[in-house]
């Protein structure tokens, strides 16, 4: 239980400066998972783009909401919960699925954090075709505000970091946590607003929405593809959940990373 923080620092800084290992590391498991497909991940990119169109023209008139208006808002949400419940979920074992790996070699733990994060921002990337293609349909052009995607990116992967490495040990520890993450999510989507406006609850229920971490990463994304910036509070929440989550990670990382191998 002896803090070893000097020892956690090194293993993040190093971790995160071998982007050429963690970078080479998400691509072969990208190109893994679609060995011997046609279309390799723009599987994933058809069923997304034929699940957003079905359920765009279905639900813009259930929330009796603009088609026009509604599509581009419920690809952005979608793509973006996707990545973010992603990166959730197989973080959670991204420790757990690489034992062999650590009991035989001295390894950073964040380049394993690093590489889940890259390997489904890659997906994500493939993705954002369906946000081009809808955005075309009905007629959003690119703005000033668009621009702030790429520091939301940025700001949305320093939370997801440190998320990843918190619930990779804990996993590590008690392997009830995947499936305790995973179906947690699922009810996650469903009050928190990607299917739905925020607009939409109103007087106290709005507090759902606001005091909702997981909506202000997905406004850190989905808002610059809207093409307007995200509010004030949302950078706020964002950045201190940053800082905060880092102290809180480098608090339990230094206690008990020397015992990773041994949870395995």
């Known amino acids: 239980m002896i803090p070893q ?33 046609t279309i390799g991940p723009f599987w994933t990119t058809a069923s997304v783009g034929i699940f957003v169109v079905m359920l765009g023209g279905v639900w813009s008139k259930v929330w009796n909401q603009d088609a026009l208006t509604y599509l581009p808002y419920l690809t952005s949400g979608m793509i973006t919960w996707m990545m973010m419940s992603a990166v959730l979920t197989e973080g959670s074992l991204a420790i757990v699925m690489a034992e062999s790996l650590i009991k035989q070699l001295r390894i950073s733990y964040t380049v394993l954090v690093c590489t889940v ?46 998320m990843v490495l918190v619930l990779a040990m804990a996993c590590a520890r008690y392997r009830d946590v995947a499936p305790l993450i995973s179906s947690l999510l699922q009810i996650a989507m469903f009050i928190t607003p990607v299917l739905w406006t925020p607009g939409q609850l109103e007087g106290r229920m709005g ?51 020397r015992r990773i191998p041994y949870w395995l």
Do not use: K
């Open 117 to 162: 994060i890259w390997r489904n921002v890659v997906v994500f990337g493939h993705n954002l075709l369906i946000m081009v293609l809808v955005s075309v349909y009905v007629g959003l052009a690119p703005t000033w505000g668009t621009l702030l995607f790429v520091p939301g990116l940025l700001l949305f992967c320093a939370n997801a970091m440190w």
């Open 207 to 257: 507090l759902v929405v606001q005091f909702n971490p997981l909506y202000h990463l997905l406004e850190l994304l989905r808002a610059p593809l809207l093409g307007r910036a995200p509010e004030l509070p949302t950078w706020l929440l964002g950045s201190a959940g940053a800082v905060v989550g880092w102290a809180f990670a480098m608090f339990l990382f230094s206690r008990f990373r």
């Open 5 to 37: 923080y000097s020892a956690a620092v090194r293993d993040v800084a190093a971790g995160f400066l071998a982007w050429d290992m963690w970078g080479r590391l998400g691509w072969r498991e990208t190109l893994r998972r679609y060995r011997r497909t």
